[in-house]
């Protein structure tokens, strides 16, 4: 059974620039979460994807955009990227969204700085 | 949505048991209690959860109050591959999946 890759490990992108991060699910999971830690502290939810669709979003600005394509891997899109945007950038499957027993299976990461 | 607290860090020796406490003390009836656990340079792992009731797996035990106001996860016997930050989170009904991070217990275990 293959896990959650990310790719790719590390980025780095100058002030103002698009990025796009990838995910790829675990086998048999419909579910795609991303979050952003930054360093010294816990991830941040950013969104959530179902099936396709956004199911839920953290106080996130509309510059951070996802995708979930039908083999529910799942693309993150900063826009015009802010230093703060600096962080690592994880993506989490699942198969339970929403129900109290769910577990996140997270990838290992994307490094991403701005310069 | 409810919080928990956590010591900043704690300190263990390879395998001698170790408790890591969580306080929430706004804990509604509906919220599940989980542990994760985020080694160095890896993402978050999975560690277990409850709701009620004491539980154990191949990882850990689960130690929840009868008061549900506080939990307590215990390794029973620590490795240095268990030195990692662990993070006690609430989920309830209404969080559409997404986990709320604090800062967690960056747990050090000496050899």
């Known amino acids: 059974e293959t896990g959650v890759t990310q790719s790719p490990t590390h980025l780095i992108k100058t002030r103002g620039q698009q990025v796009t991060l990838r995910c790829s699910s675990q086998?048999?999971?419909?579910?795609v979460s991303w979050y952003q830690q930054a360093l010294g502290q816990g991830p941040q939810f950013i969104f959530q994807?179902?099936?396709?669709?956004?199911?839920g979003r953290g106080n996130f600005p509309p510059r951070f955009s996802g995708l979930q394509f039908p083999n529910y891997s799942s693309e993150l899109n900063v826009n015009a990227l802010e230093l703060d945007d600096s962080a690592l950038y994880l993506c989490?499957?699942?198969?339970?969204?929403?129900?109290?027993?769910?577990?996140?299976?997270f990838g290992p990461g994307t490094r991403l700085t701005v310069l | 949505d409810a919080k928990t607290t956590q010591p900043n860090s704690m300190e263990s020796n390879e395998e001698e048991p170790v408790h890591l406490p969580c306080n929430h003390s706004?804990?509604?009836?509906?919220?599940?209690i989980h542990w994760y656990r985020q080694l160095p340079s890896q993402g978050p792992e999975y560690v277990i959860h409850?709701?009620?009731s004491n539980v154990n797996n191949r990882m850990a035990s689960l130690a929840i109050a009868e008061d549900r106001k506080s939990s307590t996860l215990i390794l029973h016997r620590a490795t240095l591959r268990d030195a990692a930050v662990y993070y006690c989170?609430?989920?309830?009904?209404?969080?559409?999946?997404?986990?709320?991070f604090g800062k967690g217990t960056k747990l050090s275990v000496k050899p």
């Open positions: 706004t804990i509604s009836g509906t919220d599940y």
């Open positions: 086998s048999g999971h419909n579910t």
């Open positions: 409850g709701l009620t």
């Open positions: 989170i609430l989920r309830d009904v209404g969080s559409q999946g997404n986990l709320i």
């Open positions: 994807y179902y099936r396709e669709e956004e199911n």
């Open positions: 989490a499957s699942s198969t339970l969204p929403g129900w109290d027993t769910d577990t996140q299976y």
